[in-house]
């Protein structure tokens, strides 16, 4: 998966807006979103991905977060912070997920448990 793709996936399940334009311009406004734009940030960073067609890992994307889920979950934080960071962390598991399901030539979705 590619940063860019990372990024679309987060804008359909975080609130407000992750995307302001195309990936590249997200990436270079991520520092004016409070909220959102730290899990961007910290996604580019620990993946050292600063083009949108770079490759990213799940488990870079997830450990990124890391230092944003200590500083959401302290007391004095927003509880909203901690909403949106685990968020995140579900869309990027379901990004990845998806990507697997397509992979193995199962569709858009994962096939319906009986």
């Keep these: 998966m590619t940063l860019g ?3 679309e996936a987060l804008e359909s399940a ?3 807006r992750v995307m302001r334009g195309d990936a590249s311009a997200t990436l270079a406004a991520a520092h004016d979103d409070a909220v959102v734009g730290p ?5 580019a960073r620990k993946s050292s991905a600063i083009d949108p067609l770079a490759s990213i890992d ?11 889920r200590l500083a959401a979950m302290r007391d004095d934080a927003p509880a909203e912070h901690l909403r949106v960071v685990e968020r995140a962390v579900q869309a990027i598991d379901a990004a990845f997920n998806e990507e697997s399901f397509v992979r193995a030539g199962q569709g858009t979705r994962p096939p319906t448990a009986k």
């Design 58 to 68: 799940r488990a870079a994307a997830v450990t990124a977060l890391a230092p944003l």
């Design 5 to 7: 793709e990372l990024l």
């Design 14 to 16: 975080l609130p407000g």
């Design 39 to 43: 899990i961007v940030v910290a996604i």
